[in-house]
C-alpha cells in the first residue's frame, strides 16, 4: 500500500535540478515547495530550483463536486510548505519556462491511491494541523484533514486537546469512521494500551510525575500516562492540569484502581506525556482497554 506523507515531510523541490523537475512532470511525483506569493492572477508562486513556478487558483484545493475554493484558503498557503505535482510548463513573456502546479491533483492521487484504500482500524501517521476546543485537525496525508475528536484523544479525560497534543506534532492514529463523502474521523487512544499493559509500567511504592485531571469531592483523578489515571484523596487546592509528583500506594487489576498519595504539589513547570505506543502498524480490529475481572468494559470494535 502506498503511503502518502503529510505536508511538510515531502521531498523538497527547491534542491531539485531542472532535469529532476522534468522527469517529475512523467513520474506524477508529488514534491514540496513553500508559497511565496500570491499574485494578482490568483495563483500560488514559488521557485524550484531556481525556476518559477504558478499554482492557478482552481489546482490549490481538491474539492467536492459544486464546492468552490474560498480565497482563505489558498491565501493560508503562503509562507507554508505546499505539496504538488508538476503538470507541465509554459512560456513567459521573456521565453522562460515555468512549471504548472497542483495541489488538487497531488491530493486527488492521495485519496485513490492512499486514502480510499484504508479500511477502519487501519494504522498510519498524520500531523496535527490545528486545535479547536472539540478535537485536533491532522494532515493524513497532501494537506487533507482529517478529525481525532477530544474523546479518541485518550481514555483518560482531558480539558483541551491541547493537554495531549500540539500543532506540528506527529502522530499515529487509527482510522475510526469514514463518512459519505470519505471524510475520515481519526483515533489515537486504542494505540495507547489497554490498562494492564499501562499498569505493568509501575509498581506500588515507586513515586512518579502525574497531572491532575479532575478535582472532586471524594478524591483527585491524577494522570500518570495518557491512558491511565490514579484516584488521590481530596485536596481542594489542586486544579486541572497541574503538574504533582505522586507515591502508588496500590495497584488493583479487578477494580482498574491505582491508589495514589500527592508528595509534592508544586513541581512549578507544565508537564505533557508524550504518546507512548502499544500498537505502532497493522490494524485493528477490537481493542478491550478493561480488564478481565472488572466490571466496567471499556472497548472499540472497528
Known amino acids: 500500500m502506498l503511503e502518502y506523507r503529510a505536508e511538510g515531510l515531502c521531498r523538497n523541490a527547491n534542491h531539485l535540478t531542472r532535469a529532476e523537475l522534468n522527469r517529475c512532470i512523467s513520474t506524477g511525483e508529488i514534491l514540496q515547495s513553500t508559497a511565496l506569493a500570491y499574485d494578482t492572477d490568483h495563483r500560488l508562486r514559488f521557485e524550484l530550483g531556481g525556476q518559477r513556478g504558478y499554482m492557478p487558483h ?12 474560498k480565497d482563505i484558503a489558498v491565501l493560508t498557503r503562503v509562507g507554508r ?14 521565453d522562460e519556462e515555468t512549471y504548472l502546479l497542483s495541489r488538487a491533483a497531488a491530493q486527488r492521487a492521495c485519496r485513490r491511491q492512499y486514502l480510499d484504500t484504508l479500511e477502519t482500524g487501519s494504522v498510519i501517521p498524520c500531523t496535527v494541523t490545528h486545535i479547536e476546543n472539540f478535537g485536533a485537525f491532522c494532515d493524513v496525508g497532501c494537506g487533507i484533514s482529517a478529525l481525532l475528536p477530544i474523546d479518541c484523544l485518550s481514555v483518560s479525560r482531558i480539558a483541551s486537546p491541547g493537554d495531549r497534543v500540539q500543532v506540528g506534532q506527529q502522530l499515529l492514529c487509527a482510522v475510526k469512521s469514514r463518512d459519505a463523502q470519505g471524510r475520515i474521523v481519526l483515533t489515537l487512544r486504542e494505540l495507547l494500551g489497554t490498562w494492564s499493559e499501562n499498569a505493568a509500567c509501575f509498581a506500588p511504592g515507586e513515586t512518579v510525575v502525574g497531572i491532575v485531571r479532575s478535582v472532586e469531592e471524594y478524591g483527585v483523578f491524577i494522570e500518570i500516562a495518557p491512558n491511565l489515571a490514579g484516584l488521590a484523596e481530596a485536596d481542594p487546592t489542586l486544579r486541572p492540569g497541574q503538574a504533582v509528583s505522586v507515591y502508588i500506594k496500590s495497584i488493583l487489576p479487578d477494580k482498574m484502581k491505582i491508589k495514589l498519595v500527592v508528595v509534592n504539589k508544586n513541581l512549578g513547570q507544565p508537564l505533557r506525556f508524550e504518546p507512548h505506543y502499544f500498537v505502532t502498524r497493522g490494524r485493528i480490529k477490537k481493542w478491550i482497554y478493561s480488564t478481565p475481572q472488572s466490571r466496567k468494559q471499556i472497548e472499540t470494535i472497528f
Open 81 to 94: 510548505p505546499t505539496c504538488f505535482v508538476i503538470t507541465g510548463t509554459m512560456p513567459e513573456e521573456n
Open 58 to 69: 482552481d489546482e490549490c484545493l481538491d474539492t467536492a463536486p459544486g464546492e468552490t475554493i
